[in-house]
């Protein structure tokens, strides 16, 4: 089937450079969907502009808030704009915690402001403060080994490092240090709790980021400090005696508020056949304008999905799903998975790790449809993506395609940069690089027309 | 000189090879200031050190504050620990000016919080704020051509960009934008200014640094976007006929404290002839802690000396300047230049860009030290450092040097990187590369050395 379609863009591609010499011969014909995803490689359409409007006009959309409300109004204009069929949104009841004011010094014996912002469910100090000893801790495993209540009335320090890595995974490393160190120290005794920000930078700009604290552990305040505050913390404990820090958290919980997912279509041909699920998430964290995370996740999506309905109609319907408070819980995940649990997806795939180039292909796919998975290998390997055997797992914003067990193509991005931006003040426009943007848009393009007009049923192997 | 220094240095080095052979037969003797200048490459013992130790000890240290007390304190108790002779304080009056509350926000059309800082002399807008349409312009420019009344009731955005470049010459181009914007500004009726900060990074760590108001200029308040802020509000006045601005920034003057200039020296043993005067500032703003600006340029004056003082007592004496106060009016160069205006001087150097790397040597001497002129191009060569025959100028902590019209050597440093940096919260110790500090340290040993064991007057062209 792949060496029928190339042969088919092949033959297209010659058709119309023959054309091309008596144009008066032209007619209005559909490009191949290798020429649309050539093509995306030399102009974007629709990526850049949703992340640059959106970033623009709205800015920042925390999960829950007013500002992500205004999000989803932006979306769904934007959305019908371009003719997408279907726009609509679903609301759905969450669970939403806002930053108040964050402030925190070095009180003996070396005086100084440190720049930090509070996690995601960090409780309140009150408006006055707590005051402490800081214990460090190089790692989580070292907080780990601290005896029960030896962090009574101190703020614990969890210098837990994060490396880049093209996989992303030194977030699996370093992560726990924020998912659970606060609770973790909190169990020990630990008043508040202070962590090296979860990140790659070297800015004065902390990574922000949900915790969670355990059943029977009563949350205490929680912040991360940017990595350069972190380094002089670990230099001053390593020269003094006892330091002290006072810190100022003053967030809140505003109780359930309403969040949404948008959804849109570009419906197929066929309509028995279960769509494919193009997922990203529209919230933001509050202290960047949302672009990479995931702001130009919902573009690529949605552009991939314009250049295949460019491509003439598609056998399948194309479905995005910008998901609502991805954030703070994977609510709109979840929420699209309950609402949608009797209508099957055929195949599902995410955008939501930023906006570099695309590097490997996995899928998850039974061995009935290895076919499949070879000819979406080799219709990506011209923009320089590899195939792997490794199996693709869940999204953040797939909740459903774990519950349906469904098909998933994971599209892997460059994530060696990415942990330098996320959940930061520096999660701006400008950080997007509009020519790895359109590599990305391209695979995707490519990707989605193959899945989109496949006739045969995808199954994953689990 | 040159000649004869460099084969003497090079008898030392195979003396010292050959004694190598027998250990026995050695005898503790100094080093020759080539071999020591090039050791400085190897190894720092004292710049680094400096700047460790005053950023994690001390942090910010803004002019006039207790802070910068704090840093005074802290620098005669490490030039006394290093054999520093005559370290004193010279105390002296100067205006202070402190940052309060500061925060934007769009309120219409685009809703969303910019993140700003004040920039010094700010007036107040006091705490309820102030909100109004922004006015645009391209650049410094296109302001003075703004008619006058133009801009009553409105805040002025000033977009002037900076580029980077090596020898720093975008801060002459852009910071006219800073300097004197908001009083071109004000004088044509803005109730307010905002500028793009003068810096050539794309970060949420916006670039403070004084404003100045003209005689008969009502002071307004004013402040300095991130580049990524500025970037977005230009997106924003490109699409909408009317943008509001929300500004709040309640900074105080807080009338004359006291700051003061740290002295200390390395004697030499011909006190009849004038000493050489190494300078830079120990304040700094108070957003970062003053790593870089100008932390590390006390620290490779003080390398300097001290690495010369190895080679045996210099011939001229050489003294330290740390001033005070330079960020917010040169109070420190300027006291310290009228304390000591019958106290000649014979040549004087400023290490006040960053801790990048050396490239170029200028000096303004008159032709009659022309040879001494050459004999340091020659002896910085093999740091890969250019001579000039363009002028050196005084720098800022150098005001004596334009007074007493003595001779002045300008060790040019990459700026490439460094108005990153500079005034932002991003000026932290980090940021330094030690490799590069060490090329600093060295050419400034070479330098410095030849310079107090130099037996002839040396005189500028002046």
Redesign the interface.
């Known amino acids: 089937m792949k060496s029928h379609s190339l042969l088919l863009a092949g033959a297209a591609t010659f058709f119309a450079a023959a054309l091309s010499v008596s144009p008066v011969l032209a007619q209005p014909t559909a490009p191949s969907l290798a020429d649309q995803a050539d093509s995306a490689l030399e102009s974007d359409d629709y990526a850049w502009n949703f992340v640059?409007g959106l970033?623009?006009?709205?800015?920042?959309r925390q999960a829950g808030t007013e500002?992500e409300a205004?999000g989803r109004a932006w979306a769904v204009q934007w959305l019908k704009q371009q003719g997408f069929s279907d726009v609509q949104v679903e609301p759905f009841m969450m669970n939403t915690w806002v930053r108040g004011e964050e402030k925190a010094e070095i009180i003996s014996?070396?005086?100084?402001?440190m720049?930090l912002v509070a996690l995601g469910n960090s409780a309140s100090t009150g408006p006055d403060g707590v005051k402490a000893e800081v214990v460090g801790f190089d790692s989580y495993a070292d907080l780990m080994d601290a005896p029960a209540g030896s962090l009574t009335g101190k703020i614990a320090f969890i210098n837990h490092h994060m490396k880049p890595t093209q996989d992303g995974s030194g977030y699996g490393f370093a992560g726990p240090a924020r998912w659970t160190g606060p609770s973790l120290a909190a169990s020990k005794g630990a008043i508040a709790v202070v962590i090296r920000s979860i990140g790659t930078d070297?800015?004065?700009?902390p990574h922000t980021g949900g915790t969670t604290f355990a059943e029977g552990v009563e949350p205490v305040p929680a912040a991360a400090l940017s990595?350069?505050d972190a380094?002089?913390l670990v230099?001053?404990l390593e020269?003094a005696p006892q330091v002290t820090m006072k810190l100022t958290l003053t967030p809140r919980n505003l109780g359930q508020t309403e969040s949404g997912n948008v959804l849109a279509e570009i419906p197929g041909s066929d309509l028995s056949l279960p769509p494919v699920l193009l997922a990203c998430h529209l919230d933001s964290w509050d202290l960047?304008?949302g672009a990479i995370d995931d702001g130009v996740g919902c573009g690529i999506a949605a552009a991939a999905a314009k250049n295949v309905a460019a491509t003439g109609t598609p056998l399948r319907t194309i479905r995005l799903l910008f998901a609502g408070a991805e954030e703070t819980g994977l609510w709109g995940g979840r929420a699209y998975a309950k609402a949608h649990a009797d209508d099957p997806i055929a195949v599902g795939l995410e955008s939501d790790f930023g906006a570099d180039r695309i590097w490997q292909l996995r899928t998850n796919f039974a061995a009935e449809n290895a076919a499949l998975h070879d000819r979406l290998v080799r219709a990506v390997a011209r923009f320089g993506v590899e195939g792997s055997d490794e199996e693709a797992h869940d999204g953040a914003d797939l909740v459903i395609i774990g519950e349906q067990k469904a098909g998933h193509v994971d599209l892997a991005q460059d994530g060696t940069h990415y942990f330098d931006l996320h959940h930061?003040?520096?999660d701006?426009?400008?950080?997007i690089d509009p020519a790895q943007l359109r590599q990305n848009v391209a695979v995707w393009t490519q990707v989605v027309g193959i899945l989109a007009n496949e006739d045969q049923p995808i199954k994953s192997s689990n």
């Open positions: 640059e970033t623009t006009e709205v800015g920042p500002a205004r014996p070396f005086a100084q402001p720049t070297n800015h004065r700009t990595n350069p380094d002089n230099r001053m020269r960047g304008t930061t003040p520096d701006t426009l400008d950080k």
